[in-house]
T-cell receptor, first 111, second 113 residues
Framework: DAKTTQPPSMDCAEGRAANLPCNHS???????VYWYRQIHSQGPQYIIH???NNETNEMASLIITEDRKSSTLILPHATLRDTAVYYC????????????FGPGTRLSVLP | GAVVSQHPSRVICKSGTSVKIECRSL??????MFWYRQFPKQSLMLMAT?????????EQGVEKDKFLINHASLTLSTLTVTSAHPEDSSFYIC?????????FGPGTRLTVT
């Protein structure tokens, strides 16, 4: 079973920041938080991942709470092309562990 | 970033026939490959994990004799759906892992008529 809880859907206005929350209250010390997204009928696309520090790349920012029990993915200026299902996944760093996908959050960016 | 390709991108086959889906890591060697299945409006479900040169490990409820996985090289894994039925119609996604990260393919849409 997935170790994360996400809202099933969210809307965001085009050009505004999209903040997608994720709860992972049972995360253990060696587990990373990964975010992927899936645009309709495509494979999952990597966005960002982190352990305990906040992370930023060209796509998004990841804010992880100090107790690591929750995190927020931030798309700073959402566009229509960001409409997708966003998956928050917790995975350990042991080689061979796979990704367990929950239902994710369906983000709709509205014009 | 690393690229994983799948072929074909979509395939239609008749009930009772077999269909093979290829997954290739284009610019890295994948010691482990994963096969997922995704039904409409559902999330990805892991079917099996394969390591190069050894037998695949199947998840509970996935029939190993129906979904044949071959991981003969560090850059190629194949999934063969044998005696396909309409309920096997799904989106099949492979994923390949090198020593550091895991990368996903674009998926293959299988329709069994």
């Amino acid at each position: 079973d997935a170790k994360t809880t996400q809202p099933p859907s969210m809307d965001c206005a085009e050009g505004r920041a999209a903040n997608l929350p994720c709860n992972h209250s049972t995360i253990s010390g060696n587990e990373y938080v990964y975010w992927y997204r899936q645009i309709h009928s495509q494979g999952p696309q990597y966005i960002i991942h982190g352990l305990k520090n906040n992370e930023t790349n060209e796509m998004a920012s990841l804010i992880i709470t100090e107790d690591r029990k929750s995190s927020t993915l931030i798309l700073p200026h959402a566009t229509l092309r960001d409409t997708a299902v966003y998956y928050c996944i917790v995975r350990g760093d042991n080689y061979g562990q796979n990704f367990v996908f929950g239902p994710g959050t369906r983000l709709s960016v509205l014009p | 970033g690393a690229v994983v390709s799948q072929h074909p991108s979509r395939v239609i086959c008749k009930s009772g026939t077999s269909v093979k889906i290829e997954c290739r890591s284009l610019d890295f060697q994948a010691t482990t490959m994963f096969w997922y299945r995704q039904f409409p409006k559902q999330s990805l479900m892991l079917m099996a994990t394969s390591n190069e040169g050894s037998k695949a490990t199947y998840e509970q409820g996935v029939e190993k004799d129906k979904f044949l996985i071959n991981h003969a090289s560090l850059t190629l894994s194949t999934l063969t759906v044998t005696s396909a039925h309409p309920e096997d119609s799904s989106f099949y996604i492979c994923s390949a892992r090198d020593l550091a990260e895991q990368y996903f393919g674009p998926g293959t849409r299988l329709t069994v008529t």
